[in-house]
């Protein structure tokens, strides 16, 4: 079964980077469409940006305005998330979760990563 190891996380200034990584084990990830998802402290889980199969056509949240992208090379069996202009309110827990669906659809995820703590912070 498709399984996630999500790293990368960690404290960074507020107006800095981070690059989160998700890495695939247990099936290729060609084969499936694939999100992340934030979870920031004291609210729910929302998809923030997701990557599919095969074209690797990519969403991301409205609220994200051009500063995070999503790739994901296969060769190597992960997914990235490049973060840049990091503000407090990008605090979270990153998940990585995916689909075999040709499409990106939050709700339809079903194989998940344990989350990568992110903390922004001067």
């Known amino acids: 079964q498709l399984q996630f190891v999500e790293s990368g996380g960690g404290l960074v200034q507020p107006g800095g980077s981070l690059r989160l990584s998700c890495v695939a084990s247990?099936?290729?990830?060609?084969?499936?469409?694939v999100g992340w998802f934030r979870q920031a402290p004291g609210k729910e889980r929302d998809g923030i940006s997701c990557?599919?199969?095969?074209?690797?056509?990519?969403n991301y949240a409205y609220s994200l305005k051009g500063r995070f992208t999503i790739s994901r090379d296969d060769a190597k069996n992960t997914v990235y998330l490049q973060m840049n202009s990091l503000t407090p309110e990008d605090t979270g827990v990153y998940f990585c979760?995916?689909?075999?669906?040709?499409?990106?659809?939050?709700?339809?995820?079903?194989?998940w990563g344990n989350g990568t703590l992110v903390t922004v912070s001067s």
């Open positions: 990557i599919t199969r095969d074209n690797g056509l990519s």
């Open positions: 247990g099936a290729d990830l060609n084969s499936y469409t």
């Open positions: 979760a995916a689909q075999r669906s040709w499409y990106c659809t939050y709700s339809e995820m079903k194989f």
